[in-house]
T-cell receptor, first 109, second 114 residues
């Protein structure tokens, strides 16, 4: 089945700084989804990318789908304490949704 | 609109027992997927039900089974519980079949095996 590698596993960020998390696949993806899970909570859908080179923005979050549709990134600018949580990418393959290991973000005030 | 509802929220069982977890999807959603979340393995797909049919199953033993009713509510059953089954079990629903639709997750059932 589809495997997606997500890096880094942990990201410790100073409040106000930017950071990026990456999701990589060895095969071409039809689409990719991103979710956020707050500590003690459940995953919440953020965005879906479908087109090659697609870029979507949600306030301080910028999502990008690679030109070859084998990788994706989530960039957060001016990190806030509300950004704390684990960010997962997920890909659909063979009738199932496979999640990356996630990037757990902590913020230093 | 009410979200995805999972019951119970917490469950404690002993090895060898069996357990049934319930998931009520968002009204109008016909697909329900189940996931197991553990610190070591992350989020793992268990199975998806759409229109009362299991479309696919993840790499889990036959002790894990499920079903979906005509009102789209779903149950997951785990028999002969093992210590390694301790996990957060999440269900998610979507309007159509899995495959490019956002998944709406419930709060999960925290299962602890003693």
């Amino acid at each position: 089945g589809q495997q997606v590698m997500q890096i880094p596993q942990y990201q410790h960020v100073q409040e106000g700084e930017d950071f990026t998390t990456y999701c990589n696949s060895s095969t071409t993806l039809s689409n990719i989804q991103w979710y956020k899970q707050r500590p003690g909570g459940h995953p919440v859908f953020l965005i879906q990318l479908v087109k090659s080179g697609e870029v979507k923005k949600q306030k301080r979050l910028t999502f990008q789908f690679g030109e070859a549709k084998k990788n994706s990134s989530l960039h957060i600018t001016a990190t806030q304490t509300t950004d704390v949580g684990t960010y997962f990418c997920a890909v659909y393959d063979d009738y199932k949704l496979s999640f990356g290991a996630g990037t757990t973000v902590t913020v230093r005030a | 609109k009410a979200g995805v509802t999972q019951t119970p929220r917490y469950l404690i069982k002993t090895r060898g027992q069996q357990v049934t977890l319930s998931c009520s999807p968002i009204s109008g959603h016909r697909s329900v997927s189940w996931y197991q979340q553990t610190p070591g393995q992350g989020l793992q797909f268990l199975f998806e039900y759409f229109s009362e049919t299991q479309r696919n199953k993840g790499n889990f033993p036959g002790r894990f089974s499920g079903r979906q009713f005509s009102n789209s509510r779903s149950e997951m059953n785990v028999s002969t519980l093992e210590l390694g089954d301790s996990a957060l079990y999440l269900c998610a629903s979507s309007p159509g079949a899995l495959g490019g639709q956002p998944q709406h997750f419930g709060d999960g059932t925290r299962l602890s095996i003693l």
